[in-house]
Antibody, heavy 128, light 111 residues
Framework: VQLQQSGPGLVKPSQTLSLTCSVSGDSVSSNSVAWNWIRQSPSRGLEWLGR?????????DYAVSVKGRITINPDTSKNQFSLQLNSVTPEDTAVYYCAREADYDSSGYYSPGLFDPWGLGTLVTVSS | DIVMTQTPLSSPVTLGQPASISCRSSQSLVHSDGNTYLSWLQQRPGQPPRLLIYKISNRFSGVPDRFSGSGAGTDFTLKISRVETEDVGVYYC????????FGQGTKLEIK
């Protein structure tokens, strides 16, 4: 499985940050995988932002810190998922990662926290 | 939110010697299903994080057996039996019992 990130590296304050993660080697519609966005900054460290996953229908979970500003959407036609973060400020400057999280380990045991692989990361700077 | 606190924040270690990193959660990580979902990740300079350990003590595919995890409830430990040059980086614990949160990281460096 490989994850390829794309999107702009510079966003103006108050605008919307948009990133896409293209998936190869797996399906975003898999019913035993979740697709996550995580960011990393010197001030906040690693911060989980949210995820989308399919279990007969689509679900989303979002971190409290960004709830109300964040949308994570799957695009099954392109086998990718996206991150939108609205009303950004310089505090949102970070390296953004996408990551796959499998529900089950290789032995078939339910194992949340199996984050692998990760995208290479996209540095997004919020500045005018 | 569950807060994850790691100690130490920096750990200088001699090559070939053991290293230990602690992680404490602000509340029990025992899930309603009885399992504890605590992972450890390694981040080498310039790379994304890499999964080492999941469910407290299970090594992920390809992880050397010098890495081991232990703990229960709110207190967890990552141990490296004999530190090698390639182990330099920052180590994070992450809980997956209630959403996902990371520790602040422990920087492992060679003395």
């Amino acid at each position: 499985v490989q994850l390829q990130q794309s999107g702009p590296g510079l966003v103006k304050p108050s605008q919307t940050l948009s990133l896409t993660c293209s998936v190869s080697g797996d399906s975003v519609s898999s019913n035993s995988v979740a697709w996550n966005w995580i960011r990393q900054s010197p001030s906040r460290g690693l911060e989980w932002l949210g995820r989308t996953f399919y279990r007969s229908k689509w679900y989303n979970d979002y971190a409290v810190s960004v709830k109300g500003r964040i949308t994570i959407n799957p695009d099954t036609s392109k086998n990718q998922f996206s991150l939108q973060l609205n009303s950004v400020t310089p505090e949102d400057t970070a390296v953004y990662y996408c990551a796959r999280e499998a529900d089950y380990d290789s032995s078939g045991y339910y194992s949340p926290g199996l984050f692998d692989p990760w995208g290479l990361g996209t540095l997004v700077t919020v500045s005018s | 939110d569950i807060v994850m606190t790691q100690t130490p924040l920096s750990s200088p270690v001699t090559l070939g010697q053991p290293a230990s990193i602690s992680c404490r959660s602000s509340q029990s990580l025992v899930h309603s299903d009885g399992n504890t979902y605590l992972s450890w990740l390694q981040q080498r300079p310039g790379q994304p994080p890499r999964l080492l350990i999941y469910k407290i003590s299970n090594r992920f595919s390809g992880v050397p057996d010098r890495f081991s995890g232990s703990g229960a409830g709110t207190d967890f430990t990552l141990k490296i039996s004999r530190v090698e040059t390639e182990d330099v980086g920052v180590y994070y614990c992450m809980q997956a019992t209630q959403f996902r949160t990371f520790g602040q990281g422990t920087k492992l460096e060679i003395k």
